[in-house]
């Protein structure tokens, strides 16, 4: 194990000589075989290592032993040690999430807090060739396409902030536990880092990230190389827990289906994952620089889409509606394609949203506001989000890190220092003027919504966000010039999602 784990290592650069890793350790077999692997490859790797627990808090006193076992861990081979714990079953409620997904999203979230505090260069998690096969079955199983089952990546850029809510400790080789509660931030759904879209450039940028050593070993390989080296784990019961659907895959779906038609299918998996994500970096370049052709104005301009090939076709819709924040289904981007291609008039899309071809070019439509209609104000923190009920639309304020900032659109991102730490975001009102960044003058909004076709029934309850009396963000417009970022220092982008 100790040479496949060196070998994966190298052949995907995931460690540079001179990297601070910090290991995720849950104390589970998985995590704590990656940290005694890494233990006996730090000096052939140059790297320093430290390591991270995150108590969830789910299972009382089996959560607080699972710590006490990983504190043991780090002091036996004199490591430096961080923690961190939150409410989890409170942030599901808040969410809408499930008790797993809003546990994988803190928890990610804090790791993301510990490379942003400029501590580590990398984070490693235990994430093995079994948890790969796990999640390309669930994700094929869901509908997904090749986006979906590239699977778990190896290495992936952090960039987001850390959630609420944490108490978190860290100690020395030799020091104790101490609390450093960890700021209030915003936690977006983003900190879950699977198979995130449109992310291979940016994982390939130098800075902080999270890496995965483990996805070429076994779980079995795993408990083998832990047995040879005398060393125990914790087993967390909620593994076998069937309420949970990858645990249904995991002991009943994939043992199935390696006994009665692949016994080889986990391998199998773990190769689709592979070839998808090569897939994916090719098309991506090639959609990205597509739809840079063709965008303009938020339209898509559709001259000779149709002697495009098919996948492309899908591929740039799918992506020209991702600048809206929208997630389609297969059935919606056929919709879709057949109004690209003037087979329809018009689609109609998830949550309102309407898709119309007029003058050569797509057009996406935000959902209309049905009257009577009551003003809106809510207070939007910086990071952080806020849903509007009177509109059902959400808007977010995401932090962009200046190494980032660059590949974002032109006009697309504010100053962060110009911000402070809260907005406001209420709806649209007669006499309303704005200067969007790039413009010569001032002009009053309902002319520049007209310029943009926003339909006059959905512009009283169009968001504007306002730093005091100030507008700096109309969703559907360039950001205010005078809060543009100008290139230097972090930025902030805002998005309306439905």
Not at 393 to 422: H, Y
């Amino acid at each position: 194990m100790r040479e496949k784990v060196l070998r994966y290592i190298l052949e995907r650069k995931l460690m540079r000589a001179g990297d601070r890793v910090c290991v995720a350790v849950s104390g589970g077999a998985d995590s704590v075989a990656l940290l005694r692997v890494l233990l006996e490859l730090r000096t052939e790797l140059g790297i320093v290592l430290a390591v991270a627990h995150f108590n969830h808090g789910l299972r009382a006193e089996a959560s607080d032993a699972d710590e006490a076992f990983v504190v043991e861990l780090a002091k036996q081979h004199d490591l430096e040690f961080f923690s961190s714990r939150a409410d989890v079953r409170e942030h599901a409620l808040t969410r809408k999430l499930s008790l797993e997904a809003a546990a994988r999203e803190l928890r990610y979230c804090w790791l993301r807090s510990l490379a942003e505090s400029h501590r580590v260069n990398a984070v490693a998690t235990g994430h093995t060739l079994d948890d790969q096969a796990e999640t390309v079955l669930l994700k094929f199983l869901r509908g997904a396409g090749t986006r979906g089952l590239a699977g778990i990546y190896p290495e992936i850029a952090i960039a987001a902030k850390a959630p609420t809510s944490f108490q978190s400790a860290e100690r020395g080789p030799e020091g104790p536990l101490y609390h450093n509660p960890a700021p209030n931030c915003f936690q977006p759904a983003e900190c879950v880092p699977e198979s995130p879209p449109n992310q291979d450039r940016a994982h390939r940028q130098p800075g902080a990230r999270i890496v995965r050593p483990l996805l070429g070993v076994t779980r079995a390989e795993v408990e083998q190389y832990l047995a040879a080296l005398g060393q125990t784990w914790h087993e967390d019961e909620s593994n076998l827990d069937y309420r949970f659907i990858r645990n249904r895959v995991r002991h009943e779906l994939l043992p199935l289906l390696e006994r009665e038609y692949n016994p080889n299918l986990r391998h199998v998996l773990s190769d689709a994952a592979e070839l998808s994500r090569a897939e994916e970096e090719y098309w991506q370049a090639l959609v990205e620089r597509e739809l840079h052709d063709r965008m303009a104005a938020q339209r898509l301009r559709l001259m000779n889409f149709r002697a495009l090939p098919l996948a492309l076709q899908r591929r740039l819709l799918r992506r020209f509606v991702e600048t809206a924040n929208l997630k389609l289904d297969f059935e919606h981007i056929e919709k879709l394609l057949h109004c690209a291609l003037g087979e329809l008039p018009k689609a109609e899309l998830t949550g309102g949203w309407l898709a119309v071809r007029q003058g050569g070019c797509l057009e996406l439509l935000a959902p209309q506001v049905e009257p009577p209609f009551s003003s809106y104000q809510y207070t939007l923190p910086v990071p952080g989000e806020v849903h509007i009920a009177e509109i059902g639309l959400t808007v977010r304020c995401i932090p962009v890190p200046q190494e980032f900032a660059k590949e974002e659109p032109p006009g697309s991102l504010l100053c962060t220092e110009l911000l402070g730490p809260e907005l406001i975001v209420r709806n649209w009102r007669p006499g309303d003027r704005f200067w969007p960044v790039h413009s010569k003058s001032e002009e009053k909004l309902k002319r520049l919504f007209s310029e943009k076709h926003i339909p006059a029934g959905q512009r009283l309850g169009w968001p504007v966000v306002l730093k005091g009396e100030q507008i700096v963000w109309v969703g559907g417009l360039p950001v205010a010039r005078a809060f543009a970022w100008s290139g230097s220092g972090d930025a902030v982008k805002i998005e309306m999602l439905g």
